[in-house]
């Protein structure tokens, strides 16, 4: 068999340029965004903090699926660790959330490392088949687990501290929201540094000729390893921000459909661009909050038909159209 | 005791023959397309709903609206091939895992809105129903004609697939497809012809699994991982492997559900990610 390059990646001249790591008018603009809606939309606070927690999730699995190409079917499996660890620790008395949160985040890196040594052995086949049953495996233990959990019914009684011992969480959810969004930026900065680091650079090498990388002596296996703990341990902070936000764990953190969700948000809005995935997830919330209101059977059966259409005809999500039409721009301005 | 587990051996076994039934289109579609179709289930799924419409509305006995539910699924399958999956054999993996989530997402949504979220009933005929004494073993009829009907399938596909001329360019597709499309052999019309046959098989168990599986909108997510279990523990494209993963899915899932019910599907999970770690390319894979 060839090794099938990437297509939405291939054939674009501006990925071809080194990365670098100056900010970008734009990227300010858009990071004002969140910091305008909350003052400009106080009684959607609630929907924004899922939104930035969802946000930081799918950021999580671009770092694996769209940086270093490695499928995964099973990522609310690290998801759902992370809110597990906080809402555990809230529920036995540790209420403070910055260390709750940073330890939701080392658990979920830990069974990342772990499960990391089974996703690196095969190919693309043996990978879905290992994340999905990672992730099956623990949402059947949690469900049977109930004395610890509290299986289908979800874990209450999360109680969280004032934050930083001075704010409390409030139910308009401002201090959630602005908690939220101070923690997608510092791990946004982390990650984009990453991503444009010689780390980061390998790790496209890796996805776009996994063959090609050992000749210039580049350790496949440690790259895939180290980044997919990683990835694990973010998507453990983003389950943790949740469990803390909304004061419940509910057993469908860890539930395949999350999964799933989770790739068509990343599709939608591009994979292997950081944005994309931040785009993607907007949206996607956004349109579940209106659409699956109406009627989630149609809902579900539009997202499908997205999906295909997305697949079949427009590769590499908006932020790929975006990107396809700013350079036709700029090859017409010369 | 020894009766009992008898008894339960048999349910697996039977249980196990549907899996196969229902798993060897997909592991075909792996072998020979090398093409990741999540959205297999949804194939079984529209023979079950196929089954119980001849049947409640067309008024044909079980036995007739089976046939019946191959035909109409395999129809169905010929057309999804020609018109979408085709164009997605060269894909990437990932978009290939999309684009069946996505067909997947729409055939639970349209089975929905017909036909509701709820259970769908089967009228089994009168003598299927009882039980069969054997060695002072009773075993439900039902399940017997299942495995009879499966042990019969199985047969006529060995058959096919070793000692046909189309069996014969079936298997030279697997093993190299360039060369076999060199040797003149119409490459793609084996392909839609496996891909309809694979989808009507599906369809077939999907039919006959309704009084064992159930039939409700969730099906195709609700199987999607035991159906890709069976054909990535027996290795894609290998009919015995299939076969040999089904049985021990099937025997260990009802065995482990039975004496530790506690402890429910861990045990077949656990099963498969052991499995998959000692075979990487399953028991009787052909890719390393």
């Not at chain 1, 998507?235 to 803390?244: M, R, T």
């Not at chain 2, 001849?54 to 395999?74: D, E, Q």
Request: glycine residues 14%; positive net charge.
């Amino acid at each position: 068999m060839t090794v099938v390059a990437n297509p939405p990646h291939a054939a674009n001249s501006t990925l071809h340029r080194l990365p670098d790591g100056r900010w970008h008018r734009i990227e300010i603009v858009f990071w004002l965004l969140p910091l305008a809606a909350f003052f400009v939309l106080p009684g959607y606070l609630v929907l924004g903090s899922q939104i930035l927690i969802v946000s930081l999730f799918a950021l999580s699995l671009d770092l694996i699926l769209g940086y270093a190409g490695i499928v995964s079917l099973g990522h609310a499996a690290f998801f759902g660790v992370g809110a597990y660890t906080a809402g555990l620790l809230a529920v036995h008395g540790w209420g403070e959330p910055i260390s709750g949160l940073l330890l939701a985040g080392a658990a979920a890196a830990a069974t990342g490392y772990l499960v990391s040594f089974l996703v690196v052995r095969g190919e693309d086949l043996a990978r879905l088949m290992v994340t999905l049953g990672i992730g099956l495996l623990l949402y059947e233990a949690a469900n049977k687990a109930a004395f610890i959990t509290g299986g289908v019914d979800g874990l209450s009684g999360v109680t969280m501290w004032k934050l930083l011992g001075v704010f409390p969480f409030d139910l308009g959810g401002k201090v959630a929201y602005l908690y939220s969004l101070a923690v997608l930026i510092l791990l946004f900065v982390l990650m984009r540094r990453l991503v444009n680091s010689p780390f980061g650079l390998s790790l496209r090498g890796l996805r776009e000729g996994g063959k090609r990388m050992p000749a210039i002596g580049a350790p496949v296996r440690r790259r895939q390893i180290m980044i997919f703990t990683i990835a694990a341990g973010v998507a453990g902070i983003a389950g943790g921000l949740l469990a803390q936000t909304t004061q419940f764990v509910g057993l469908e953190v860890l539930g395949f459909p999350r999964s799933a969700e989770l790739l068509i948000m990343l599709v939608l809005g591009g994979a292997g661009r950081l944005y994309g995935a931040l785009i993607g997830a907007a949206l996607f919330m956004v349109a579940q909050e209106f659409l699956s209101g109406i009627n989630p059977v149609y809902w579900q059966f539009w997202i499908g038909l997205l999906l295909v259409v997305a697949v079949l005809f427009a590769r590499g999500g908006i932020m790929g159209a975006a990107e396809a039409l700013y350079t036709r721009l700029r090859r017409k301005g010369k | 005791m020894l009766t009992n587990f008898a008894g339960i051996l048999f349910d697996g076994i039977a249980y196990g023959s549907l899996l196969f039934l229902i798993g060897i289109g997909l592991s075909v579609t792996m072998g020979l397309m090398n093409f990741i179709n999540l959205a297999h289930g949804a194939f079984a799924m529209l023979g079950g709903y196929v089954c119980v419409v001849a049947m409640t509305r067309l008024g044909l006995p079980f036995l007739a609206a089976l046939p019946v539910a191959f035909i109409v699924t395999a129809v169905a399958g010929v057309i999804l091939e020609r018109t979408l999956y085709q164009r997605l054999y060269q894909a990437s993996h990932l978009d290939q895992v999309l684009f069946s989530i996505g067909l997947t997402f729409m055939a639970i949504a349209a089975a929905t809105y017909f036909w509701g979220p709820g259970q769908q009933p089967v009228q089994l005929p009168e003598f299927m129903r009882g039980q069969v004494r054997v060695h002072g073993l009773d075993l439900v009829a039902y399940r017997l004609f299942l495995i009879a009907l499966v042990i019969a399938i199985t047969l006529a596909l060995v058959w096919l697939v070793t000692k046909t001329r189309f069996g014969a360019q079936v298997r030279a597709a697997v093993d190299n497809q360039q060369a076999a499309a060199g040797m003149g052999i119409h490459v793609n019309r084996i392909f839609a012809l496996t891909f309809a046959l694979g989808s009507g098989l599906a369809g077939l168990g999907g039919a006959l699994g309704i009084d064992v599986l159930g039939l409700d909108p969730t099906f195709p997510v609700k199987y999607m991982v035991y159906f890709l279990l069976v054909v990535s523990v027996g290795g894609a494209g290998s009919i015995r492997g299939t076969l040999v993963a089904a049985l021990i899915l099937g025997v260990f899932d009802v065995t482990g559900k039975y004496y530790v019910p506690e402890v429910g599907a861990f045990v077949i999970y656990a099963l498969m990610v052991l499995l998959l770690i000692l075979f990487p390319a399953g028991l009787y894979g052909r890719r390393a």
